[in-house]
């Protein structure tokens, strides 16, 4: 079943004024875990995760990179889509708890975050395909 997918734009602009070919977006394969089901099997079974796909988790507050067959970059966000925080090349067997203000995680590809320069106090738009 394929989940819903929306554009990752970095900035803080309405998002009328977003070009699809912008600096700013980040990838236009982001889906959406939005559900008991889609969050609780996350990246599971995946062999790779190609560069400018990711996942978001929503909400959440916890991650793990149990049984996964590769590393992550992970985003912490607040409601707002505040980054709160930035974790690069997440191995697998891992376990990270984030702190109350995290309303959703960003998983991506391992070297997105260095690549997107994505920052804490970035603001992260995501948009409808």
């Known amino acids: 079943?394929?989940?819903r997918r929306v554009v990752l734009v970095k900035g803080n602009r309405p998002p009328a004024a977003q070009m699809a070919d912008s600096p700013n977006v980040i990838s236009h394969g982001i889906r959406i875990a939005d559900d008991f089901f889609h969050r609780l099997i996350g990246l599971l079974g995946k062999r790779r995760l190609e560069p400018g796909d990711g996942l978001l988790i929503d909400p959440c507050s916890s991650i793990h990179t149990i049984g996964m067959a590769f590393s992550i970059d992970v985003v912490t966000l607040d409601r707002s889509g505040t980054v709160l925080g930035t974790w690069s090349h997440v191995r697998p067997w891992r376990m990270k708890v984030f702190g109350r203000d995290t309303r959703c995680v960003l998983e991506l590809a391992s070297?997105?975050?260095q690549r997107t320069d994505i920052e804490v106090g970035d603001v992260l738009q995501f948009l409808p395909e």
């Open 1 to 3: 079943m394929e989940r």
């Open 111 to 113: 070297g997105s975050i």
